[in-house]
């Protein structure tokens, strides 16, 4: 059973930057898929950015392509998202997840963070 536990998430203005971090315990992340997704008011849940367990690949959502920056310490067992040039519209909850497939559907990971909030003022 992996827990997993954000931080990192605040009040920020439009164009700033912020890393989430995202901390395991319960088990080794090396093994896993580790994603970032989001979820805004009203909205669905949003796949942001994914890392392979070794960290070689990484994929992002369009909407934060060239911004965001996803990256994964197994020896510390931590994940990471690098926000930068934020705008309004990436206010939301941000959540980190673990999975066996490395995949953007969020019905493949199978654990989850509660939860940071992220927000954007313009």
């Known amino acids: 059973q992996v827990k997993l536990v954000e931080s990192g998430g605040g009040l920020v203005r439009a164009g700033d930057s912020l890393r989430l971090s995202c901390a395991a315990s319960?088990?080794?992340?090396?093994?896993?898929?580790m994603g970032w997704f989001r979820q805004a008011p009203g909205k669905g849940r949003e796949f942001v950015a994914a890392?392979?367990?070794?960290?070689?690949?990484?994929m992002y959502g369009d909407p934060v392509k060239g911004r965001f920056s996803v990256s994964r310490d197994n020896s510390k067992n931590m994940v990471y998202l690098q926000m930068g040039n934020l705008k309004p519209e990436d206010t939301a909850i941000y959540y980190c997840?673990?999975?066996?497939?490395?995949?953007?559907?969020?019905?493949?990971?199978?654990?989850w963070g509660q939860g940071t909030q992220v927000t954007v003022s313009s």
């Open positions: 890392v392979e367990w070794n960290g070689e690949g990484t």
């Open positions: 997840a673990a999975g066996g497939y490395y995949t953007v559907r969020y019905s493949n990971y199978d654990y």
């Open positions: 319960g088990e080794s992340l090396s093994v896993y898929t």
